[in-house]
């Protein structure tokens, strides 16, 4: 996948493009993605910290709940773009989010941890950006952001999200500026104890 994705990389941004400060924000399009199938629970709860503080920005957000949405898994059929330019030929709502991404100037994942690693949704949505690879679609240069929360104290334990985040987004060309690893919250509200709420608003001052 590496030389597909090395060749599909013709444009990126340099570093830093996408950073702003309060006083001189560059106005940008941020696709939000979250995770949890629980409606207002402590991940949905930073996305909706994050994105009070990135609209108070002036920045235009679009928030796909995938962890209630229907989206398969990739299959590696390889035949990516090649019907009515569909991202994925098993249509499913996948297809529905893909021309955001391609529009995204960031792109910011929400998520809690499931057996120690991403829900089987959003890890299917991720599975399927592996169509802009095939598709030879040039998404490079993004900005990028992670929340993520556990019940697990151990910080480590959501190595299992941070990890492929960190390696995806190096694959793609794509810039983090934040993580907010959240550990030792399991009932919802448990996360109004901890300081994710304001780091959440944080990583969108960041953007
Ligand atoms: C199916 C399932 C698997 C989970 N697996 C883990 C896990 O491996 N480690 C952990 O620390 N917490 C685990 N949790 C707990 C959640 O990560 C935790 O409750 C989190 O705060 C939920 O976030 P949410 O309210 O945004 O859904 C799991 C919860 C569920 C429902």
């Known amino acids: 996948m590496k030389e597909k994705v090395s060749a599909m990389l013709s444009v990126f941004s340099a570093p830093g493009e996408y950073r702003g400060s309060r006083k001189n924000i ?3 399009k941020i696709l939000v993605i979250t995770g949890s199938p629980r409606r207002h629970g402590n991940s949905w709860a930073m996305t909706d910290a994050f994105i009070e503080t990135a609209e108070a920005n002036g920045h235009s957000i679009t928030r ?7 989206i398969g898994g990739c299959v590696a059929c390889e035949k990516c773009f090649s019907k009515e330019n569909q991202a994925c030929v098993y249509n499913d709502d996948f297809n529905k989010i893909a021309p955001f991404i391609q529009e995204a100037d960031a792109v910011v994942f929400s998520t809690p941890l499931y057996w120690y690693s991403f829900p089987g949704q959003i890890k299917n949505f991720i599975d399927k950006i592996y169509s802009f690879v095939v598709g030879q679609k040039d998404i490079a240069g993004k900005a990028c952001g992670l929340m993520a929360c556990c019940e697990d104290h151990d910080i480590s334990a959501l190595d299992g999200i941070r990890f492929p985040y960190e390696k995806t987004i190096g694959l793609l060309k794509w810039e983090s500026v934040g993580e ?3 550990p030792g919250v399991f009932h919802k509200g448990e996360i109004n104890a901890t300081d994710g709420l304001q780091r959440a608003s944080a990583l969108a001052d960041a953007l």
């Open 64 to 70: 796909f709940d995938v962890g209630l949405s229907k």
């Open 26 to 28: 560059m106005k940008k």
């Open 180 to 182: 907010v690893l959240i």
